[in-house]
């Protein structure tokens, strides 16, 4: 009979967290050696991380730090949500949150490649995968600089971690203004601060959309450059942020409040765990 009682059990996962089939297999192999079956995860689910690198990893959570005029964001993942919520994979979120603020990486490339302890994260990463065995990536990093800047993280579900991170750089004395403004990004998802950061031909193919759209309708051909007009406007406040209605005062656009509260939002950055 192997020498490990249910506590072993329960520590291993704690500690490596991995499965509880795989957990009790690998102290069986070691007798009961708390290090002994750690290594023999690593070592089996080394194997196993080219098999996983086509799953898909939809799960996760973001992470933000904010220092001064800084802030940086990322967006780790893993296949599912008892992953996600887990204190392995916070750890270890929390640990590519902090070299990428210690590198000011500014993309998921440069972040994986980028030195820990003697190892690339990337490596830090797929040790990680082994023991969990799950596909663990970052997806995404993003670094917003600007005078000041805030952070908003939101939990789509009580019992998960944060889902949806957002960073505003802003000018202004308001920081509560501006984490409203943030919490508005979370929950109306705009694309791009001004009209002027929407690519032009996305606009043009708008307003192709719309014209074709009012016809087939069978508007009045002298009505059509005014229906257009509002249909585009109407998209721009889907989209940009400054146009948007804001959130609490849904009767002024996001520019207007903040114009108002003597703020300037000057950047913003948004993620959703897996879209």
Same mark, same amino acid.
């Given at each position: 009979?192997?020498?490990?009682?249910?506590?072993?059990?329960?520590?291993?996962?704690?500690?490596?967290?991995?499965?509880?089939?795989?957990?009790?297999?690998?102290?069986?192999?070691?007798?009961?050696?708390?290090?002994?079956?750690?290594?023999?995860?690593?070592?089996?689910?080394?194997?196993?991380?080219?098999?996983?690198?086509?799953?898909?990893?939809?799960?996760?959570?973001?992470?933000?730090?904010?220092?001064?005029?800084?802030?940086?964001?990322?967006?780790?993942?893993?296949?599912?949500?008892?992953?996600?919520?887990?204190?392995?994979?916070?750890?270890?979120?929390?640990?590519?949150?902090?070299? /990428?603020?210690?590198?000011? *990486?500014?993309?998921?490339? =440069? +972040?994986?490649?980028? %030195? !820990? @302890?003697?190892? &690339?994260?990337?490596?830090?990463?797929?040790?990680?995968?082994?023991?969990?065995?799950?596909?663990?990536?970052?997806?995404?990093?993003?670094?917003?600089?600007?005078?000041?800047?805030?952070?908003?993280?939101?939990?789509?579900?009580?019992?998960?971690?944060?889902?949806?991170?957002?960073?505003?750089?802003?000018?202004?004395?308001?920081?509560?203004?501006?984490?409203?403004? /943030?919490?508005?990004?979370? *929950?109306?998802?705009?694309? =791009? +601060?001004?009209?002027? %950061? !929407? @690519?032009?031909? &996305?606009?043009?193919?708008?307003?192709?959309?719309?014209?074709?759209?009012?016809?087939?309708?069978?508007?009045?051909?002298?009505?059509?450059?005014?229906?257009?007009?509002?249909?585009?406007?109407?998209?721009?406040?889907?989209?940009?942020?400054?146009?948007?209605?804001?959130?609490?005062?849904?009767?002024?656009?996001?520019?207007?409040?903040?114009?108002?509260?003597?703020?300037?939002?000057?950047?913003? *950055?948004?993620?959703?765990?897996?879209?």
């Amino acid at each position: 009979m192997a020498n490990y009682t249910a506590a072993d059990i329960k520590a291993l996962r704690e500690a490596t967290g991995a499965g509880m089939l795989d957990v009790k297999k690998a102290l069986d192999e070691a007798d009961g050696d708390h290090a002994k079956a750690t290594e023999i995860l690593r070592v089996k689910g080394l194997k196993g991380v080219t098999k996983r690198e086509g799953r898909s990893a939809s799960n996760g959570l973001v992470r933000a730090h904010v220092d001064g005029g800084v802030g940086t964001l990322v967006e780790v993942n893993c296949e599912t949500d008892f992953v996600a919520k887990g204190d392995v994979f916070g750890a270890l979120a929390d640990k590519v949150l902090q070299q /990428a603020v210690a590198t000011g *990486a500014a993309d998921a490339e =440069a +972040l994986l490649a980028s %030195e !820990i @302890d003697g190892k &690339t994260l990337k490596t830090v990463l797929d040790e990680a995968n082994a023991t969990i065995g799950e596909k663990i990536e970052v997806r995404r990093v993003a670094r917003v600089e600007g005078e000041k800047v805030v952070s908003y993280l939101h939990k789509t579900s009580p019992d998960l971690p944060p889902q949806i991170g957002v960073l505003v750089a802003y000018t202004g004395d308001d920081e509560q203004l501006a984490r409203d403004i /943030a919490m508005h990004i979370a *929950a109306f998802s705009p694309t =791009a +601060l001004t009209r002027d %950061e !929407i @690519d032009a031909a &996305t606009v043009e193919n708008e307003r192709r959309i719309a014209e074709e759209t009012a016809r087939e309708e069978g508007k009045p051909e002298q009505a059509l450059p005014k229906i257009v007009e509002g249909r585009v406007n109407a998209f721009f406040k889907d989209n940009v942020l400054l146009d948007q209605p804001f959130a609490k005062e849904p009767k002024k656009s996001v520019a207007q409040v903040a114009k108002e509260g003597g703020i300037e939002v000057t950047a913003f *950055a948004r993620f959703k765990v897996g879209v």
